[in-house]
């Protein structure tokens, strides 16, 4: 089992930066594949980024492409999402998840219906 805490949202101004946090419980978490989600108001969950369990292959969405970096830190049972350049439309409940498969050499999935565990979400306000 893990449990997933977000932290670090806020009300930023366009241009801005954030940093997202997940602290996982759980001893397996190191062997999982991470993966950031997001909801705007009125609209479908959509992928945000993913990152495998060693940290070395990472994915991203188009639209965050070039202005989010993920990375994980499994001393610490912590994924991050570092968000710069922000925009208005980056405004939205985030959410981070772990992978249901277990310890796969180079693994990520850009598809919620892969993961099996989701944190509470922490919401991002992006003003203009």
């Known amino acids: 089992q893990v449990q997933l805490v977000e932290s670090g949202g806020g009300l930023v101004q366009a241009g801005g930066s954030l940093r997202l946090s997940c602290a996982a419980s759980g001893r397996t978490f190191s062997r999982y594949a991470m993966g950031w989600f997001r909801q705007a108001p009125g609209k479908e969950r959509e992928f945000v980024a993913a990152?495998?369990?060693?940290?070395?292959?990472?994915v991203y969405a188009d639209s965050v492409k070039g202005r989010f970096t993920i990375s994980r830190d499994n001393a610490k049972n912590t994924v991050y999402l570092q968000m710069n350049s922000l925009k208005p439309e980056d405004t939205a409940v985030y959410y981070c998840?772990?992978?249901?498969?277990?310890?796969?050499?180079?693994?990520?999935?850009?598809?919620?219906?892969?993961?099996?565990?989701w944190g509470q979400g922490t919401q991002v306000t992006i003003s203009s």
């Open positions: 998840a772990a992978d249901r498969t277990y310890y796969r050499a180079g693994y990520y999935s850009v598809n919620d219906y892969d993961y099996g565990y």
């Open positions: 990152i495998s369990w060693s940290g070395g292959n990472t």
